[in-house]
Antibody, heavy 120, light 108 residues
């Protein structure tokens, strides 16, 4: 059974960089697209971006200038960096598995989520 | 960007009743790349339906999806107590991936 677990600071100061890591267990990170999604408190879901295990990325244009997603296949991990954060970036951040290489699929496995609060 | 609009915002029903949730896209969702998720408080979303009508692994057959083009529907044939939650539709064909704003199914 594939499992995902987010880790990283739960509190980030305004203007600093939010950094989270997602560790994948129970399966290989290879041959899949890996996603970050966020959800502000009491609101809906917003897709942040994905990375393919080979390193190709795609980001939401609304966040593209501030987002970097990287992958470390040796550790079965992928990471999110979001720079210049403001209070509007306060949210639960989820990592999720997307499509395999051979077919287009939605997000079938999700982490439990990590609440990140932006505050001084 | 494909905008997904869900209706109604809230659905108040009793256990055993039928729930019908709608998701309308601002442009055609090609190849029916439309999914439905269920989210309960404090939990991650759970994939229910993909390809507009295919149930994900271990999803009960009281959940069904239909539709094509710009209009999609999630039906819960007989509500069980554990089905009261928020439901989101999502398109996963075009970038950026987008979600609807959610429909809350609450106990009447």
């Amino acid at each position: 059974q594939v499992q995902l677990q987010e880790s990283g600071p739960g509190l980030v100061k305004p203007s600093e960089t939010l950094s989270l890591t997602c560790t994948v267990s129970g399966g290989s990170i290879s041959n899949y697209y890996w996603n970050w999604i966020r959800q502000p408190p009491g609101k809906g879901l917003e897709w942040i971006g994905y990375i393919y295990y080979s390193g190709n990325t795609d980001y939401n244009p609304s966040l593209k200038s501030r987002v970097t997603i990287t992958v470390d296949t040796s550790k079965n991990q992928f990471s999110l960096n979001l720079s210049s954060v403001t209070a509007a970036d306060t949210a639960v951040y989820f990592c999720a598995r997307g499509s395999p290489a051979w077919v287009t699929r939605p997000f079938d496995y999700w982490g439990q989520g990590r609440l990140v609060t932006v505050s001084s | 960007e494909i905008v997904l609009t869900q209706s109604p915002g809230t659905l108040s029903l009793s256990p055993g009743e039928r729930a019908t949730l709608s998701c309308r896209a601002s442009q055609s969702v090609t190849s029916r790349y439309l999914a439905w998720y269920q989210q309960k408080p404090g939990q991650a979303p759970r994939l229910l339906i993909y390809g507009a009508s295919t149930r994900a692994t271990d999803i009960p057959d009281r959940f069904s999806g239909s539709g094509s083009g710009t209009d999609f529907t999630l039906t819960i044939s007989r509500l069980e107590p554990e089905d009261f939650a928020v439901y989101y539709c999502q398109q996963y064909r075009s970038s950026p991936r987008t979600f609807g704003q959610g429909t809350k199914v609450e106990i009447k």
